[in-house]
């Protein structure tokens, strides 16, 4: 019969240093399959590329003129996400209410609602501009378009489930550039010519991309929420909890360690994304890298030293959310 396996951490250590032995190291070193050869090359370039950077003086010239940017883009990147962190927990949790429109709850009041816009547009709509036009349609039909709006698209608009489903699929399928434009020029006009609310392009640009990613972090939060076993929130309630305290104690602190992965691999991928808002106006690396290769000319240097950046940038980020993942990792 076969000796049975060490398991206390001398016995094991004594036979890691005996397997090493026998292949002639007095050390246990890692086998080869488990050298982390991608880091060890990525040291080396990035041992050249510094080198080249630091003793050349065009390099030099380039980085202290959009180290400005890499600032912008970092701040960028922390408020936007901070942004579509809210937007996407707030429909992550619609989305998990599976919740239907209700056409019957207070449906008298409602229908006398209907009633009293009808006649008022109706009576005063001449005295409001933005009302003429449905003046002109009559009391009738002007009854028939409020009672359908109070009676079935009100339930349809207050539900949270249909609103949240509604903004996840419509803004995952807008790409994002689309969606900066809009804000910038659309929607930016909109509340400046109608409220007089006026807001600079960093602003637009931070809403524009947090409203964007706020759609995918709301599947991240619904998929968490919805890993998290059904007797948790069975418990919690026959505890006497109510569904709001059970989600905010019970449920989010276990699903917020699960979508940590996912979370941080989508905030470094926002680092990449900001270069979109280059094109609104706003002075991030992008927009300085550009401005100096069209001034100068030098175009292989300048881009050359944007996406060295980038590249530093996103694994420092990739390296610290590796770090807090271990940190908050789910006990398997």
Do not use: C, H
Request: hydrophobic fraction near 55%; proline fraction near 5%.
């Amino acid at each position: 019969m076969s000796a049975e396996a060490p398991s206390s951490p001398s016995s094991l250590a004594a036979t890691a240093r005996q397997w090493a032995q026998a292949r002639g190291r007095a050390i246990p070193l890692p086998a080869v399959e488990q050298v982390p050869w991608w880091i060890i090359v990525l040291l080396i370039l990035g041992i050249i590329v510094f080198y080249q950077v630091s003793t050349s003086a065009t390099y030099s010239v380039i980085l202290g003129f959009i180290a400005g940017g890499i600032g912008m883009t970092l701040r960028l990147t922390v408020m936007a996400f901070a942004v579509a962190l809210v937007i996407g927990l707030i429909a992550g949790l619609a989305r998990v209410s599976k919740t239907q429109p209700n056409f019957v709850r207070f449906w008298p009041l409602r229908l006398g609602l209907g009633v009293v816009l009808a006649g008022l547009v109706t009576w005063q709509g001449s005295s409001w501009p933005a009302l003429t036009g449905l003046g002109e349609l009559g009391f009738w039909r002007l009854l028939l378009l409020s009672e359908g709006v109070f009676l079935l698209a009100l339930p349809v608009l207050l539900n949270a489930y249909t609103i949240s489903t509604l903004y996840v699929e419509v803004a995952r399928g807008v790409p994002l550039l689309v969606w900066v434009f809009y804000f910038n020029f659309v929607i930016a006009a909109l509340l400046r010519e109608n409220l007089g609310i006026y807001t600079d392009e960093v602003s637009r640009a931070v809403i524009a991309l947090g409203f964007g990613y706020g759609a995918y972090l709301a599947e991240i939060y619904r998929a968490g929420i919805q890993s998290i076993p059904r007797g948790q929130m069975e418990a919690a309630r026959s505890l006497g909890m109510t569904y709001a305290q059970a989600m905010r104690y019970i449920i989010l602190p276990q699903a917020i360690r699960v979508v940590l992965p996912p979370l941080g691999n989508d905030f470094v991928a926002m680092l990449k994304d900001t270069s979109l808002v280059y094109a609104i106006g706003v002075t991030e690396l992008t927009m300085l890298t550009r401005q100096y290769g069209a001034r100068t000319f030098l175009a292989l240097p300048a881009w050359t030293t944007a996406a060295l950046v980038y590249l530093l940038l996103t694994l420092l980020l990739s390296f610290i959310v590796r770090y807090i993942e271990r940190r908050f990792a789910v006990a398997k």
